[in-house]
């Protein structure tokens, strides 16, 4: 039973335009969000978090909004670049220990030049 | 550079033959982790060390183990290997168990059970 949810496998996006990578969650209890970030052959990198008493956190071209009465989180990349083309993860922990950090399956993002 | 390694990248062993993979850290982190990762799949926590404390997740089946020798060093021991355990392996560290500490990963081992 999925308790964070990437609904989208893949996602193409031309240079230069924004790409939003989706995530949903069901745990209430969830109160920290992460975005990693993983390129082929290599381990997921951290990216950007979030707290839930925040609904934004920006960090350069990256911006995580976060919609606590819809368990939903959005990773929006403005401008896109080729080199931003990876599979990102969406994450959540119930808080307290980082030990239990519960991941998505993953979105596969092309950013075509 | 700091790092997380983890050997051998590619590993192959037959159905119910022991097989030992291995985690090295040199960010002297005092936490480290494994995920297995089924193709298509999530990243998904078997257990943690805090130091020498064992932390094994309510579903990680018995026939995975772990050691942690020293700060540096953690090895991931699945006793009889069946075709579904094959998977990623990923190792992870992070400098203590708050959610905002940072866990950084290793490449991971593919691990394939013939």
């Known amino acids: 039973d999925q308790q964070v949810k990437q609904n989208s496998p893949s996602l193409s996006v031309q240079e230069g335009r924004i790409s939003i990578l989706n995530c949903d969650y069901t745990?209430?209890?969830?109160?920290?969000f992460l975005w990693y970030k993983k390129y082929p052959a290599e381990g997921p990198t951290f990216l950007i978090s979030?707290?839930?008493?925040?609904d934004k956190n920006e960090d350069g071209r990256f911006t995580v909004f976060l919609n606590k009465s819809a368990k939903h989180l959005s990773l929006h990349i403005v401008p896109s670049q080729p080199g931003d083309s990876a599979v990102y993860f969406c994450?959540?922990?119930?808080?307290?220990?980082?030990?239990?950090?519960?991941f998505g399956k993953g979105t596969k993002l092309s950013v075509k030049p | 550079d700091a790092m997380v390694i983890q050997n051998p990248r590619y590993q192959v062993t037959q159905f119910g033959k022991p097989v030992t993979l291995s985690c090295s850290q040199t960010?002297?982190?005092?936490?480290m982790y494994w995920y297995q990762q089924k193709s298509s799949q999530a990243p998904k926590l078997l257990f943690h060390?805090?130091?020498?404390?064992?932390?094994n997740e309510a579903d990680t089946p018995d026939n995975f183990q772990s050691r942690r020798p020293n700060t540096s060093f953690c090895f991931l021991d699945i006793r009889s290997p069946g075709l579904g355990d094959a998977a990623m392996y990923l190792c992870?560290?992070?400098?203590?168990?708050?959610?905002?500490?940072?866990?950084?990963f290793g490449p991971g081992t593919r691990l394939t059970v013939l």
């Open positions: 994450a959540a922990s119930p808080g307290g220990s980082q030990g239990n950090l519960i």
């Open positions: 960010l002297n982190h005092n936490v």
């Open positions: 060390y805090y130091d020498k404390d064992f932390n």
């Open positions: 745990n209430s209890m969830f109160d920290y």
């Open positions: 992870a560290t992070s400098n203590g168990l708050a959610v905002y500490n940072e866990q950084f």
């Open positions: 979030i707290s839930s008493i925040k």
